[in-house]
């Protein structure tokens, strides 16, 4: 089944330290987007990108860093410049093509030790 | 700008028992509106969707009314079951070429034996 994997499903982080998460997807989707959820503040947009090799900050893009490279594959990576990395991620792909929403992977919870 | 507002909650009802989430909406234009539902410890799937006024979504025994005139979309379900538990995102994609998707804060739905 065609879908969105992100792993690991939970990273611990060391203060200072970066982290990467992951996202593949295998729906031949063009878009993909990285949101930050915490608790009673819905999802925010970190980083979205239409196309390979291209990439466009969202609302909270601070600390953070993306790359496109493969159209399959858009990793996070949570600098040690972010200051409250701790939260759950969300990474989804969307069918530029088509009238259907974005589609969720079951999303990484980040925390700090 | 564009934004979505939900029914703050938590919600707790009783199995068995009528459930409204109000969402309401600003947009320009003529956006999709969208209900996702998170489980716990999993990322957002699509529940339901409308794309144009007067439209009705309905999935799993969920339902929502794209009404315009109050620019409202409002899930119900006329029977939640324990395993509706679970917080509810209304969503507006207004179309262009990014497909972002703009999501209210959603709201948390405990349902009792």
């Known amino acids: 089944d065609g879908g969105i994997t992100q792993s690991p499903k939970y990273l611990f982080r060391k203060e200072g330290q970066n982290v990467t998460l992951s996202c593949e997807q295998n729906l031949n989707h063009d878009a993909m987007y990285w949101y930050r959820q915490d608790p009673g503040q819905g999802l925010r947009l970190i980083y979205y990108s239409q196309i390979v090799n291209d990439f466009q900050k969202g609302d909270i893009a601070e600390g953070y860093s993306v790359s496109r490279e493969k159209k399959e594959s858009f990793p996070l990576t949570v600098t040690s410049a972010q200051k409250n990395p701790t939260a759950f991620y969300l990474c989804?792909?969307?069918?530029?093509?088509?009238?259907?929403?974005?589609?969720f992977g079951d999303g990484t919870r980040l925390s700090i030790l | 700008g564009n934004s979505v507002t939900q029914m703050e909650g938590p919600v707790t009802l009783s199995e068995e028992a009528f459930l409204t989430i109000n969402c309401t909406y600003t947009a320009t234009g003529y956006p999709s509106l969208f209900w996702y539902v998170q489980y716990p410890g999993e990322g957002l799937q699509l529940l339901l969707k409308a794309t144009k006024a007067d439209d009705k979504g309905s999935n799993k025994g969920f339902e929502a009314t794209y009404r315009k005139e109050t620019t409202s979309f409002h899930l119900e379900k006329g029977s939640v079951q324990v395993s509706d538990s679970a917080v509810y995102f209304c969503a507006l994609n207004y179309g262009g070429s990014q497909g972002n998707l703009i999501f209210g804060k959603g709201t948390k739905l405990s349902v009792k034996p």
């Open positions: 989804a792909s969307w069918d530029r093509g088509s009238n259907q929403p974005q589609h």
